[in-house]
């Protein structure tokens, strides 16, 4: 059962993705995320980890740790953020997630 919710939640997760990377024609990176994209990159690895063993706190507190090199306008941003949310809404955060999700549905990507 929480194999087939993690394979659901993945399945999801790469479908807004996916959504999002059309969307957002170019993928230009700011310079902060150029500077920073190895450590956003291990973030993202981290965070896919530790919500696959159910550990959202600390995929949280990871993808947390670099949101300040990101920008919603962009497809690396955008999926930090987008984990983000959803981190939020595994761990029962919801409200932290909306204005996330309401941030990225009105970026220019």
């Known amino acids: 059962e929480d194999k087939r919710r993690s394979e659901e939640r993945d399945r999801k997760t790469k479908e ?5 990377k059309a969307s957002s024609g170019e993928n230009i990176l700011s310079a902060t995320e150029r500077e920073h994209e190895e450590e956003i990159n291990a973030a993202l690895r981290e965070a ?3 919500m696959k063993r159910g550990i959202y706190n600390r995929a949280t507190t990871t993808l947390e740790s670099v949101t300040e090199y990101c920008s919603s306008n962009s497809a690396i941003g955008g999926r930090v953020f987008l984990e983000l949310a959803m981190c ?9 997630a909306v204005p996330i999700y309401t941030r990225l549905s009105r970026s220019k990507s």
């Not at 807004?16 to 999002?20: G, I, R």
């Not at 939020?88 to 409200?95: C, N, P, R, T, V």
């Open 16 to 20: 807004k993705l996916e959504k999002f």
């Open 48 to 50: 896919n980890l530790a």
């Open 88 to 96: 939020y809404e595994a761990s029962g955060e919801g409200d932290r």
